[in-house]
């Protein structure tokens, strides 16, 4: 045998194996596989690379063709043959545009296929590095193979297109006459925008000039052939595709304005204010579930509790997971930055926020949509399940919107039928949280149950104490104080005006807002007759406040002594045989059922242990009791 004849037969084998292994295989096995060649392949002889380089299964793992959307079709193959090898492949794809004069393809253009994610691993050999043959650009359903890092398509128009596609000239596959139409004007719209020369609109015309192509009258073409009027402009066209549902989603359209100032005009200013809280998605990914993890994940977020209020958790089904998955992100669900993938979403938490925080500046940077930075709690929730995750599996397993606007599209991307219950959750708390008057100042940061606001009243400036909803067991217990109590005591203010989660009350000057802690225990120290008189005040009306704190006494100008706050007022089921035995003085019995303060700045201690550093510091050790 000729030695030409084996090398020849030795190849065929070859062919024969890896194409086995390939089609069969996994694509991990078969790069475990050849991954020796990739370092090798130096040390071997030039005519040994020569011989192997002519399996060309084999060549795109020894010397592979970079995977980028651009490649190069084989010059020894041809357009005709190239589209013949898609077929007997069985690879899943559509010819975008430009196909009408296939088998010839005009010149200075390239071919755009859209090809199913599943059906990369079939092309390698078909592509070569030389960028002077004929340009190919390869566009995945996902962001596998992308425009800019983006899905060329929505995932789920870019399925729908590859389902509908039809046999041209019985050897190329094309878009259907109506997908045909969409996918152009969509390229037109969100790909070229000013770049395609289209007039902005009726009366606005497009200062970019003329483009490669005449996109109007190919638009209007097609257009026609499926009884469709348009009118070629871009906002138009944006228009006829969103009453057609060929949009891309929000995340997407905010990433392609990056580019074109027209693209940025149809993004809607964000309607919310800060003042009246957001919504916030999260969206816990299929692995979470998977690994029972769902559980731990919301002891997280019931640490943020009295930051967040959740509104719902919703459990995906398997039609919502893959739907949703399709919509979001771009369709893209990898692993991002981390060992393992999140997968797909598992589960929506729908949560409001009554005080969005500030953006710091480089996350802003980075994500300029985002408006409240306690979005970025999920960073700690992944922080705390791969805390307790081996390195090489810590895992993907959070994701969220940027914004309402955005949060408003995950929740009908995933759970449509949810999003009318979620949207009246959020309206009940806006309405509740709302402060109507003109707000002079805010009194208090910690916005644990409630938030203390000076307002604009008559005839006078008042103090105003907003509930968030659901705590209105609070509020109740306030009202009762400064409505029924306040006449028994002058150091309790009396109510002003109250609804169901307000109330309003006289605004005092505290000349103890402007002293530093030492200051302020010498003034509260002159006074502990007074307070230790407002203790048995409560005793004897068979309450406890529970909370008894510095910080709820004002002094006013006129050295007047002054107690607000009674959020955790518990009336005795049956009191305490002595005062000096009273929860105020001896602290929570075990087995307490009332509410607990639960901030580190409120640990309802007994009142020895709270105010008895003063009494020791400024009285001279004077214990009162």
Request: charged share 30%; hydrophobic share 35%; aromatic share 12%.
């Amino acid at each position: 045998m000729q030695e030409e004849d084996l090398q020849y037969a030795m190849l065929q084998v070859l062919n024969s194996v890896i194409y086995y292994v390939d089609e069969h295989l996994k694509p991990l096995t078969f790069h475990v596989l050849l991954y020796p060649f990739r370092h090798v392949k130096k040390a071997l002889p030039e005519n040994v690379m020569s011989f192997l380089k002519q399996s060309k299964r084999l060549r795109r793992y020894i010397d592979p063709v970079p995977q980028k959307v651009r490649r190069y079709i084989d010059p020894e193959m041809g357009v005709e043959a190239f589209f013949d090898a898609l077929n007997q492949r069985n690879v899943r794809y559509v010819a975008l545009r430009w196909f009408e004069g296939l088998p010839e393809w005009p010149a200075n253009e390239d071919i755009d296929l859209l090809i199913d994610d599943r059906d990369f691993g079939k092309l390698g050999d078909l592509f070569v590095r030389s960028p002077e043959t004929m340009p190919c650009d390869l566009f995945s359903v996902t962001a596998r193979s992308s425009y800019n890092g983006l899905p060329y398509y929505p995932p789920y128009l870019a399925s729908s297109i590859l389902k509908n596609r039809v046999l041209f000239k019985d050897r190329y596959y094309i878009p259907s006459p109506e997908d045909h139409f969409f996918t152009l004007a969509y390229h037109v719209v969100y790909h070229k925008a000013e770049k395609s020369g289209l007039p902005l609109s009726e009366h606005q015309e497009n200062e970019k000039g003329a483009a490669d192509h005449p996109y109007a009258e190919i638009l209007i073409e097609l257009a026609q052939r499926i009884q469709l009027q348009v009118r070629p402009t871009l906002s138009d066209l944006h228009d006829l595709l969103d009453q057609h549902g060929w949009t891309p989603q929000l995340d997407t359209l905010r990433k392609l304005a990056e580019k074109s100032e027209w693209l940025r005009s149809l993004l809607h200013a964000n309607p919310y204010k800060a003042e009246d809280g957001e919504l916030l998605i999260f969206i816990a990914r299929e692995w979470v579930v998977e690994n029972n993890k769902l559980d731990f994940i919301m002891k997280c977020f019931q640490k943020k509790s009295e930051d967040f209020d959740i509104l719902k958790v919703i459990k995906l089904d398997e039609a919502q997971r893959q739907a949703s998955s399709l919509k979001i992100r771009g369709g893209e669900w990898g692993r991002g930055p981390f060992p393992v993938s999140g997968g797909r979403p598992g589960v929506v938490i729908a949560a409001y926020d009554y005080h969005p925080a500030p953006v710091p500046e480089e996350i802003h940077l980075q994500y300029p949509y985002i408006t409240d930075g306690n979005i970025l709690f999920k960073h700690q929730v992944r922080d705390e399940v791969n805390n307790r995750l081996l390195w090489t599996r810590r895992v993907n397993c959070m994701h969220s919107s940027d914004d309402e606007i955005e949060g408003w599209e995950y929740l009908k991307a995933t759970c449509a039928e949810s999003t009318q219950e979620v949207r009246e959750e959020v309206q009940k708390r806006r309405n509740a949280y709302r402060t109507s008057q003109k707000v002079l100042a805010v009194l208090d940061h910690d916005h644990a149950r409630s938030k203390v606001e000076l307002i604009e009243y008559s005839p006078e400036p008042a103090v105003k104490k907003t509930f968030k909803w659901g705590r209105e067991r609070f509020c109740e217990r306030e009202k009762f104080v400064y409505s029924e109590l306040s006449p028994k005591h002058p150091a309790i203010p009396n109510l002003l005006d109250a609804g169901d989660h307000y109330l309003i009350i006289p605004y005092y000057q505290n000349i103890l807002a402007e002293k530093n802690d030492r200051e302020k225990d010498e003034i509260l120290a002159s006074f502990v007759k007074d307070i230790l008189d407002i203790l048995k005040f409560f005793y004897k009306e068979g309450f406890a406040l529970v909370e008894f704190m510095p910080d709820n006494f004002l002094v006013t100008q006129e050295q007047e002594l002054k107690i607000v706050d009674f959020e955790f007022l518990y009336r005795y089921k049956t009191q305490t045989a002595s005062f000096s035995e009273s929860f105020d003085l001896a602290g929570l019995p075990s087995g307490f059922d009332g509410d607990r303060p639960c901030t580190q700045k409120s640990a309802w201690q007994p009142y020895e242990k709270t105010w008895q550093a003063i009494v020791q510091t400024t009285s001279g050790g004077h214990r009162m009791s």
